[in-house]
């Protein structure tokens, strides 16, 4: 990796023992220099003043001056304020990290760091179509496998399909109610979308039989209650797990019309998985572990046969998982499912991308793993994200309320199509082409727009302000791509050939917005690192959009193929470009997006 503060600190250590010798040396503090101050990069001196026995400003200005003296291939100056040592290095560095950075076509990418990491998301259910809150959720778990991987991780990228409960038992009651043997192919309807209008239909007869139910003189909790629906689906779930052919059939028949859909879904937005997980398969597991703990004292069953773990001891409270009826709730299945998987993988690390509203869940799930006595628990991280707003407000999936993510693709596909053509940058494509890139550039709008926001925060999503060409959003990266791409197409066809492997002339001395540029560079293996620590795509967008803005201003001022422009300077911008391009397209494939060559 090129690490430049690695290199600054070995200068200023060098001058540390050369001036004060190296017993009872405190480690340096080195960091970037703050961008109201001159320098690149600052030392702060005050931990030295008891072996230089010197004042701040004193101290600063020795070691500046040894280290201008003996390091004159790196420090160009220095200047002191009060106790902070700020050093400028020479533009030969800068030349020379360009140069390690052409030689190192994989920078920033780390190939194996020892451990294993699974991650799980999407977890849909299996009774509607995925909507804008899954898009936030695959996008952010694809991205952080992306991006793990990238950091030396083995990854394993899993998703756990909620196929049964009473939720799957409605949609099925009312396709049986309602359906009148509808299916997609009759229907003309993907398969998800299908088996969704009738969760909808089932809380629209719920709803009914309850009014009518105080119509009758019942308090609203008891009509909840009581409502024939809601104990026919409830009826319907204990038949399903007694595996109640009927039932079961009816159930395979209805999941396999979903899981076409998600597929189809998953294709478009670019996502994919190593291993899909069923709780079908899985609940039964948690069973037997509830027994367990239950013959070990561990958890404790209450009168109407509801099995529980006191955590009150632990600041929380009493958690059921069991049913009186012997039925699983979701903690019964994640109990079982995450033991199965540590029994497969035995990973060093497992990653749940899940809303924030189950933070609590995640908390009681690794507690009860621990009580059980799987040390491994301490391993488990919730990725937690917050809920995706709309300019009109929040969804509600029975509601039919929600934006569906398979209209909210194909809206930002043509969205971006008709802001390309208005402006003008598809003109002289075939239509292949210009499909092509409005699916590129209206995913990648999508994808930017939502992994750019902190996971924890939660966003509003506009549609139009993710496809402005001009401010931070994708399609504004994807365009300073293209230009570069079009540079080097233009500098073909004139015969201008850019170096690649770094053997610069040594005495062409870049500009200084040529180093802020090489800066913004050699950042990228830092920004990767600190992204894989943080679990954070947001950090990779903002680098992305950073050096994209950068330059764009550079391009400005500096025109890299004007007739004007000295050959060797033609040849070291387009060298630089063509740099920047790379790295904007190694920064936008940890975020799932792809780049256009032409735009």
Request: hydrophobic fraction near 40%; include cysteine.
């Amino acid at each position: 990796m090129i690490n430049v503060e690695h290199t600054v600190k070995a200068c200023c250590e060098r001058a540390v023992a050369a001036l004060y010798g190296t017993e009872q040396t405190p480690d340096l503090q080195i960091s970037k220099t703050r961008k109201e101050f001159e320098g690149d990069y600052t030392l702060v001196t005050f931990p030295l003043l008891k072996i230089s026995s010197k004042a701040p400003e004193a101290t600063a200005q020795e070691i500046g001056r040894w280290i201008q003296e003996n390091c004159p291939e790196t420090v160009a100056s220095f200047n002191v304020i009060k106790g902070f040592l700020n050093l400028s290095l020479t533009p030969a560095f800068w030349l020379g990290c360009l140069a390690s950075l052409m030689q190192k076509p994989n920078y920033g990418f780390v190939c194996d760091c020892g451990k294993s990491v699974m991650i799980e998301y999407s977890s849909p259910n299996t009774n509607k179509p995925l909507h804008l809150g899954h898009i936030r959720n695959n996008l952010l778990g694809y991205s952080v496998a992306k991006i793990l991987e990238a950091n030396g991780y083995n990854v394993l990228k899993v998703n756990l399909v909620n196929d049964r409960g009473i939720h799957i038992c409605k949609s099925m009651l009312a396709w049986l109610r309602f359906g009148n043997g509808q299916t997609p192919e009759s229907s003309g309807l993907k398969g998800d979308h299908l088996v969704g209008d009738y969760y909808v239909a089932f809380d629209k007869a719920y709803k009914a039989e309850i009014k009518e139910l105080m119509a009758q003189g019942m308090d609203e909790e008891t009509a909840k209650h009581e409502a024939p629906i809601m104990k026919e689906a409830q009826a319907m779930l204990r038949r399903w797990e007694a595996k109640d052919p009927e039932i079961y059939s009816l159930w395979e028949r209805m999941n396999g019309w979903v899981y076409k859909g998600f597929d189809e879904t998953y294709r478009a937005l670019g996502v994919s998985f190593d291993k899909i997980y069923y709780e079908s398969n899985t609940y039964l597991l948690g069973k037997e572990l509830v027994q367990k703990g239950l013959d070990a004292g561990i958890f404790f069953r209450k009168e109407d046969g509801s099995v529980w773990a006191d955590l009150t001891g632990d600041g929380l409270d009493q958690k059921l998982l069991l049913r009186g009826d012997g039925t699983s709730v979701y903690m019964t299945q994640d109990l079982g499912t995450a033991v199965q998987r540590h029994d497969e993988y035995r990973f060093d690390d497992m990653i749940y991308v899940v809303g924030n509203e189950q933070n609590y869940h995640f908390q009681v799930l690794k507690l009860i793993l621990k009580k059980l006595g799987y040390s491994w628990a301490d391993h488990i991280f919730h990725l937690s994200y917050g809920m995706v707003e709309l300019p009109e407000g929040k969804m509600k999936s029975r509601e039919g309320t929600v934006v569906d993510a398979d209209d909210l693709i194909a809206e930002m596909v043509a969205t971006a199509r008709s802001v390309a053509e208005e402006a003008g940058k598809v003109d002289g494509l075939s239509d292949e082409e210009i499909a092509e890139i409005s699916r590129m550039v209206g995913l990648g709008a999508l994808k930017y727009f939502i992994l750019k926001v902190d996971p924890k925060k939660t966003m509003l999503f506009d549609p139009k302000e993710s496809i402005d060409f001009n401010g931070n959003t994708g399609p504004f990266i994807q365009y300073t791509y293209a230009r570069i791409k079009s540079l080097q197409r233009r500098a073909e066809a004139e015969g201008i050939v850019a170096v690649t492997d770094g053997t610069f002339d040594a005495g062409r001395k870049p500009e200084a917005k040529e180093i802020e540029l090489i800066k913004h560079l050699t950042d990228f293996g830092g920004v990767v690192a600190q992204a894989g620590a943080e679990y954070s795509p947001a950090v990779v967008a903002a680098y992305a959009y950073d050096l994209a803005k950068e330059f764009n201003q550079y391009y400005h001022d500096y025109p890299i193929l004007k007739a004007d422009v000295a050959a060797d300077d033609r040849v070291f911008r387009l060298s630089l470009a063509l740099q920047v391009a790379q790295t904007l397209g190694k920064a936008m494939g940890l975020l799932g997006i792809e780049m256009p060559e032409r735009m």
